[in-house]
């Protein structure tokens, strides 16, 4: 089993920057590529950001790409989103997820039904 936990949500001016944070444990951290995705009300949950397991490869959604940035710190078992320029349309709730590939030192993963451990969400809101 692994307990991943958000944090650093809030609501932000248009322009503004987040940082939100995933803190896993349970489980040998560096096994998972680790991933981000967001849902807004009324649609469906996508893929935001995903890393490697060691960190080697990241792939980001054309929607944030260049505005956001991805990383992960083994030692501290955290991955980070780091969002910048952000923009109403990225009002959502942000979802951290895991999946279990200790086998592989450069895949990423985009598809929701390939991650096994997923966390409670942190809202993220970006209005004037």
């Known amino acids: 089993q692994v307990q991943l936990v958000e944090s650093g949500g809030g609501l932000v001016q248009p322009g503004g920057s987040l940082r939100l944070s995933c803190a896993a444990s349970?489980?040998?951290?560096?096994?998972?590529?680790m991933g981000w995705f967001r849902q807004a009300p009324g649609k469906e949950r996508e893929s935001v950001a995903t890393?490697?397991?060691?960190?080697?490869?990241?792939g980001y959604a054309d929607f944030v790409r260049g505005r956001f940035t991805i990383s992960r710190d083994n030692a501290k078992n955290t991955v980070y989103l780091q969002m910048n320029s952000l923009e109403s349309e990225d009002t959502a709730v942000y979802y951290c997820?895991?999946?279990?590939?200790?086998?592989?030192?450069?895949?990423?993963?985009?598809?929701?039904?390939?991650?096994?451990?997923w966390g409670q969400g942190t809202q993220v809101t970006v209005s004037s």
């Open positions: 997820a895991a999946a279990y590939t200790p086998q592989s030192n450069n895949r990423i993963i985009t598809g929701m039904k390939e991650y096994d451990y």
């Open positions: 349970g489980r040998t951290f560096s096994y998972y590529v």
């Open positions: 890393i490697s397991t060691s960190a080697g490869t990241t």
